[in-house]
């Protein structure tokens, strides 16, 4: 404060900027109907406590208790919206859409990631550029978030192109924002059950599939999945 002609005039304070933590990596989870296991999901994402993420949901209009879940979690995703949309395909691509990192991956609304995967694969793709994405072990979780079932099978181009493919598991995959716009940026909401499976096959045409020699997420099993209930 200083004081002009016997009146005391306050100085402007200075502003400090407000520093916002671009995201290094954006996660999806579409969702319908899945309140049973979606905020396992949601916590697996969000208790990794990894300030760089851009985490999105889609719910597809659902019926359950998923809307209350999502809600209590708001102040933490980068954006969500309930409301019908034209299938699995293209919830992800709506939420895709909203999303700015450098990294991108999906996870489904009952399965689950492992304390470390957001920091490992950001890890992964800052310390090897040549590399444009990557799946981890593939594990199967049944009750809560512990894995059951850990399998390593490794597959290359050639095995999945020509049908030997086995397995493998999308929701351990993750890969560059460019690779995503070369091959369309999108899934192909044409199809029911197959849209990971045929992008890929587009990234397959582009790259190889790098393996990371670790668990990065887990599949659940349970009855009430999408291609059990066709």
């Not at 209009?61 to 995703?77: A, K, M, N, P, W």
């Not at 999906?106 to 992964?124: A, E, G, M, R």
Request: hydrophobic share 35%; glycine share 8%; proline share 4%.
């Amino acid at each position: 404060m200083r004081t002009v002609g016997g009146h005391s005039e306050r100085q402007p304070q200075a502003v400090e900027p407000i520093m916002r933590i671009s995201p290094k990596i954006s996660i999806v989870t579409p969702s319908y109907n899945q309140g049973k296991y979606l905020e396992t999901t949601i916590k697996s994402v969000l208790d990794q406590c990894y300030e760089e993420l851009e985490y999105i949901i889609i719910d597809a209009g659902s019926s359950d208790s998923s809307v209350d879940i999502i809600r209590h979690y708001e102040t933490r995703l980068a954006y969500w919206v309930s409301e019908p949309d034209a299938g699995h395909a293209d919830g992800i691509n709506k939420g895709f859409a909203h999303t700015h990192a450098g990294i991108m991956g999906w996870i489904n609304s009952s399965d689950v990631y492992y304390p470390w995967t957001l920091k490992t694969v950001v890890q992964i793709f800052e310390d090897l550029p040549e590399v444009k994405w990557i799946s981890g072990i593939p594990t199967i979780v049944s009750d809560g978030a512990v894995p059951k079932r850990v399998k390593s099978d490794y597959r290359n181009q050639y095995d999945f192109l020509s049908g030997h493919y086995n397995w493998l598991q999308q929701e351990s995959m993750f890969w560059r924002r460019n690779l995503w716009d070369e091959v369309g940026g999108k899934l192909d909401t044409g199809l029911k059950y197959a849209c990971d499976f045929e992008l890929w096959l587009r990234f397959f045409r582009k790259t190889s599939l790098c393996y990371v020699n670790t668990i990065l997420a887990g599949f659940r099993t349970h009855e009430d999945q999408r291609g059990t209930s066709a």
